[in-house]
């Protein structure tokens, strides 16, 4: 049986490092490689990804050279966060028969944000009879797929509140805007105003995730951001925060059911939060027959959380039915540590 | 749209709660009880559960009575623990084209002892159009599933570890015997060997289902009981323990791959663990990119979380293609809070 052909869409921090994953693994080849700076295109993908090591696979800056000429399975993308951003390249992908795995946060379910584009995207996969996935380490798996998958052992859930509260102090320029950190309260407040700061990507959709599989219906959904003013001096790299400053943003989410607060989602990002005692850490609180209280210490690291799942995905949506799927819909994630071709069914 | 219909087969503690579960939920029904126990059979099924509420089932010790006589969809399934015991009361199930969700502990991967049982399990599946499903809270999920969705988020798992730490005060008789408590080193010794000490069942189970989602090909797996032998007076309304003699049953399982330890789960159960300060909870190392440490305190309770797990996949075994399946096979479990009938395909 041949090889699993995958085609990298998008080469930054995350798809650069799923394909540095994928070059190591038996059963599985990239076939195709696509980055949005033409600049860093013409090049050999192994130089790309910095492994020293040719692929034969040259990047390229024009999704027409790969998708739709280049003979593949899946597309493992990863250029953008919104629905209404990636809508018109999953729809190529769809259209060249291949099936996609994307990290866009509102892709982990999509019609929270985008209901119209969701249906479209789910009759096209139908259509040219390929999967399509939205996953990630959240929204993806810590604040929605753990949460569910132990909602399992409950005969009750009456509420679900998580946090997750991580370190941002290894990012660069970009985190640092979009989070707020290094400006001034009314610096963060302005930016929340104009756009700028964002927090977070990715409650609605983890909220809903949760809401579908318990079969709740939620009434509203809540946001809000505020920034955590630093006490101390905090510093890296990239960004110093003297005391009065903002360190980071503290984005809740939540949801409702029948006017009560029934999910509750917390997600302060910070840097150096050992700097006020803050421990980080993947804590999920299930209020129901039984109760479940779960840590996780330190927090499942972001990007390598995100790469990891969105490989491990691979064989089940290979596997899956043809349609806009989301991680409710697909078995147990898993990290396959054999051949690929081993875990396809079809072919 | 009818509602879903539920046959009981198994009364005990844990068949009992799935009753009392489904009494009070929307969109599903019992048609039919089936209890072993001749002297309790005879009467109304919510006289059986003690629920003072009559439902117009009564319960049988006669499984003829009910399966492939009364008109339902699924068979709860709580008698007993291995393959060879439950094999022709399942075959019975399958005949009658009915799904089956067994608790039997041999039964969450029975190729681990049974693979010629298991074989002819998933042919009769195939033939009658049904799915066959072995769950519970371990096996079936906090020393497997949870294990395996968590290697999710994982680039690379070199070794997965796990304890579950449990208190078995609130067990009656039978447990106390199988586990040696109250019995002294030697009587724990003796009990092994004329197999009245059986420990935990379903190590083989927990790491076949790991190594077969992981793509590990396990080339050992060996178990050790040990006595916890107690410091301190302990007692429970069943049983009491002096210094010196046997306070519960230490059980470890190790998987090997290529001659390494890549699995090991263990799970000590006593009486009072608190008398010698031992905190319970559930416990997972895995090793890898990322390592990730997980704990749930104090842990999931056995009974509850057996009960609501077979409860609750009952719409993924309706929903799912025929066969002989395990947690591996389907969509990540999860608590339902609503009418089954919505999340309920077929029909």
Known sequence: MRNVRVILWGLGAMGGGKGKVLLNRPGVEIVGAIRSNPKKAGVDLGEALGTGKKTGVTVTANPADVIGKVEADIVLHSTASCVKEVYDQLEDCMKAKLDVISIAEEMAYPWAGSPELSGKIDQSAKKHGVTVLGTGINPGFVLDTLIISLTGVCTKVTKVRAARINDLSPFGPTVMRTQGVG????????????????????????????AKALGWKLDEVKQSREPIISKTHRETPHVKVEPGMVAGC????????????????????????????????????????????????????????????AVNMIPSVLNAAPGLVTMNDLPVPRAWMCDLRELVERE
């Not at 009314?186 to 977070?200: C, N, Y």
């Not at 050992?274 to 210490?297: C, F, H, K, M, Q």
Request: proline share 8%; net charge negative.
């Open 183 to 210: 400006t001034t309260p009314e610096g963060f407040k302005a930016g929340l105003q104009d756009g700028s700061v964002v927090g977070h990507i990715g409650f609605p959709e983890s909220m809903m995730l949760i």
């Open 250 to 309: 503290r984005h809740i989410g939540r949801g409702f059911a029948n006017g009560k607060e029934v999910i509750t989602l917390e997600h302060p990002q910070q840097i150096r939060p050992e700097a006020e005692g803050v421990e980080t850490g993947d804590y999920i609180w299930i209020e129901g027959e039984p109760n479940i209280n779960l840590s996780i210490r330190p927090e499942i690291p972001g990007g390598i959380g995100t790469i990891a799942i």
